[in-house]
């Protein structure tokens, strides 16, 4: 885990995303974002692609190559399906964060938590709302990472979704190695205790190279 010091009122960007909700923003090369889980305990699901060319999208599968492992931390680089470094990860003051996991969706409500959970809100919905403002639909989403989510492998190989780890104020923090569009979805699940039972509010803040 890594702590970088930087001052709020220098930032270009400073937004806070409600809670359950979508956001995106294009974030050019060699500027830095932070992301604030303000309460705790609160799975922020990230993904990225290519601003210039958004066929050009985040790989799980490489970024977990290429570091020798499923979760990323300070010092990770995230890289594309082309195999091109989008983004390094700068500062983690958590630890731990799951790319395997993927993004709660009304299909994994029903099978995981019964019929009646089909049409509750989910971060699939949330990641399709966000791209068909950037012209893209369903058919681009791919595995993210779900920063601040608690997700051990079990003996058995199996994964588990368990509760956070993260404390009021612990961040992450990602400088772009490319221009790239940043999507995120507010986890709104409710029916397990990636956010506690309770979805709370993130920050994101922007600073320049």
């Given amino acids: 885990m890594q702590n970088i010091e930087r001052d709020p009122a220098e930032a ?3 937004f806070t995303v409600p809670a359950t909700r979508p956001w995106s923003y294009m974030l050019p090369k060699g500027q830095v974002l932070r992301i604030v889980d303000l309460e705790g305990q609160q799975a922020v699901d990230t993904l990225f692609y290519n601003a210039h060319d958004t066929e050009e999208r985040y790989s799980a599968q490489d970024t977990a190559r ?33 790319t395997s996991a993927g993004a709660c969706s009304a299909e994994s409500n029903t099978v995981r938590f019964g019929h009646d959970k089909k ?8 990641f399709v709302m966000e791209l068909s403002r950037h012209g893209m639909t369903k058919r681009d989403l791919v595995s993210n990472i779900n920063f601040f989510m608690n997700v051990p492998v079990e003996p058995d190989g199996t994964l588990a979704i368990v509760d956070g780890v ?25 029916n397990n205790p990636c956010n506690g039972f309770n979805p709370t509010p993130v920050r994101t803040l922007v600073w320049k190279a």
């Fill in 12 to 14: 270009i960007y400073d």
């Fill in 66 to 98: 290429m570091q020798g492992s499923p979760y990323v931390t300070a010092g990770t680089g995230i890289y594309s399906s082309e195999g091109n470094l989008m983004a390094t990860m700068l500062a983690d003051t958590a630890g731990g964060h799951d």
């Fill in 119 to 126: 049409y509750m809100h989910s971060c699939r919905d949330n």
């Fill in 166 to 190: 993260s404390k009021p104020g612990d961040y992450v923090e990602l400088r772009a190695e490319m221009d790239i569009l940043v999507f995120i979805s507010n986890c709104p699940q409710v």
